[in-house]
């Protein structure tokens, strides 16, 4: 594995911070655009974001879907599953069979 140098990046709302990877996401407005409640504010960054850009915001809509249909959003790992399960229970809910 080919160690990539960190470059300084500054975002659109003037966040500063430094990244190895291509990817322009700012880790400041991340945190700041995470959700404070509800089941998605549970969730780590890439597994939430994953969630809102597939359209499910809401736990019904989680129902919706399969384990294998949510495992295959980029984002979400084996690590996720247990934290959307308990959050699907406590409101009498589950992942489609």
């Known amino acids: 594995m080919v160690k990539r140098e960190r470059t300084l990046r500054i975002c659109p709302v003037g966040h500063r911070y430094y ?3 291509d990817c322009g996401t700012c880790p ?13 504010s549970r ?5 939430c974001n994953a969630l809102i850009n597939a359209g499910i915001t809401e736990l019904a ?16 790992g084996p690590a996720t599953l247990p934290t959307l399960k ?6 009498g809910l589950d992942f489609k069979s």
């Open 61 to 76: 809509q989680l129902a919706d879907y399969t384990e294998k249909e949510i495992l295959k959003l980029h984002g979400i």
């Open 28 to 40: 400041k407005c991340e945190q700041e655009n995470k959700p404070s409640e509800g089941f998605l």
């Open 86 to 91: 308990h959050a699907l229970l406590e409101k």
């Open 43 to 47: 969730l780590s960054s890439p597994a």
């Open 19 to 21: 990244k190895s990877t």
